[in-house]
């Protein structure tokens, strides 16, 4: 059966993982440290072909997947923060005199699209800070300045104008976006981030397509992190309809015509399917943990450790803990 119905994911990897065979011009690697429960995959877009079948610009797409980053455990943040500081740093080389701004976008409104402001909350800024900064302190602190626009539909200006404004103002050597994603699986939901050097789209894990922040439409580089917060109404059914499957595999009549078709039946097709009762009543339906809130609040905090450390060479957890107000 074909349809017109695609999974609606932000994810590199999940892209990946639905093409189901290897994709000339794409190089996927994993890394897992078990004892962690961490699980990091690099795919690399290296051709116009690999981006044509992705549908993703050529470049770096660095994925990090554990279940600690959603819950109240302190020990394994401070872990995953190691982590992404040096996938970070691999993926953009600072020099100590550059300037940084730091994009978090998003509604502070709403919760699940939250997470680029609350980052931006408990940044170290320290761009203002070049005349008064003691000597020796100075060489450990990078220029990093923040701003959380809001969005369109508050302020009635795209984000990238915005952002564009800004950029041509302050002049940084690199842009950091951040931003709330979409998955296809509910499993990975508030337990990923994704690091791309490629751009993002504002608005895309809500549905929303708005001018791209990316090399192109900034005129310097930008990283872009997110974290997918919710899925489409059509993925949680296709996700609980598979696992029903799966249970009732084993107890289902063999020969049984109308589970035999849906056991069978191609993943896309399943979800095509579904979209299609779905709609209109749910075609445009997200959903999201009832324990959003307090997720928000350890991923922005993971993800603002992450950068502090990252583009404050010399700085520690302790030091940035001193200077941020926590919020």
């Known amino acids: 059966m074909q349809t017109k119905n695609t999974f609606r994911t932000d994810l590199a990897l999940e892209t990946c993982e639905s093409l189901q065979s290897d994709i000339p011009g794409v190089e996927m690697t994993v890394e897992q440290d078990e004892n962690l429960g ?4 690099w795919v690399e877009i290296t051709t116009e072909e690999g981006s044509d079948a992705m549908g993703k610009p050529v470049g770096n797409y660095v994925t990090l997947e554990a279940t600690a980053m959603k ?9 995953i923060v190691k982590i992404l500081a040096r996938k970070l740093g691999r993926l953009h080389k600072l020099p100590q005199e550059a300037t940084v701004l730091v994009i978090g976008l998003g509604n502070r409104h709403v919760t699940p699209d939250a997470l680029g402001p609350k980052v931006c909350d408990r940044l170290l800024v320290t761009r203002h800070l070049n005349d008064v900064v003691p000597l020796d302190v100075a060489g450990e602190l990078r220029a990093v300045c923040a701003i959380a626009p809001g969005v369109m539909g508050i302020t009635g200006i795209e984000t990238a104008e915005i952002a564009r ?15 709330a994603l979409a998955a296809r699986r509910t499993s990975r939901i508030n337990a990923t981030i994704q690091i791309s050097d490629t751009g993002i789209n504002p608005g895309a894990g809500m549905g929303n397509k708005r001018t791209p922040i990316n090399r192109e439409s900034m005129g310097v580089p930008v990283i872009a992190i997110g974290v997918p917060t919710v899925v ?22 063999d020969g049984e015509p109308f589970f035999n078709m849906l056991q069978t039946m191609q993943d896309q097709d399943r979800y ?52 941020v107000e926590t919020v």
């Not at 009543?281 to 990252?310: Q, R």
């Open 232 to 253: 489409d109404a059509a993925t949680l059914v296709n996700d609980t309809m598979e696992k029903m499957l799966n249970a009732m595999s084993e107890a289902a009549p």
């Open 71 to 79: 819950e109240n455990d302190p020990h394994s943040h401070e872990e």
């Open 38 to 41: 961490v699980t990091v995959t």
């Open 272 to 323: 095509g399917l579904i979209c299609e009762i779905l709609d209109p009543y749910t075609g445009n339906m997200f959903v999201t943990p009832k324990e959003v809130d307090a997720v928000i609040g350890h991923l922005a905090k993971i993800i603002a450790d992450t950068l502090n450390i990252a583009l404050h060479p010399g700085i520690t957890k302790d030091d940035v803990n001193r200077y």
């Open 165 to 179: 404004g800004i950029v041509d103002k302050v002049k940084p050597d690199l842009v950091i976006a951040i931003d």
